[in-house]
């Protein structure tokens, strides 16, 4: 499941170039905060990228 979720949370940042508001949308999350909350969940947040 895990695997499955960092495909798809990837795909969602690529298609937003890298644009967590956009990707959240592209994802159904309520927000970037909850995009960001999901990507240190699975280990895909870049060092100091909360603070952009």
């Known amino acids: 499941m895990a695997d499955l979720a960092r495909h798809c949370l990837g795909l969602a940042l690529e298609g937003a170039g890298g644009n967590r508001a956009r990707a959240a949308k592209l994802t ?3 927000s970037y ?3 960001s909350n999901w990507l240190r969940r699975y280990g895909m ?4 990228a ?3």
């Open 28 to 30: 159904g999350l309520a």
């Open 33 to 35: 905060q909850t995009l």
């Open 45 to 48: 947040m870049r060092p100091g």
């Open 50 to 52: 909360e603070h952009r």
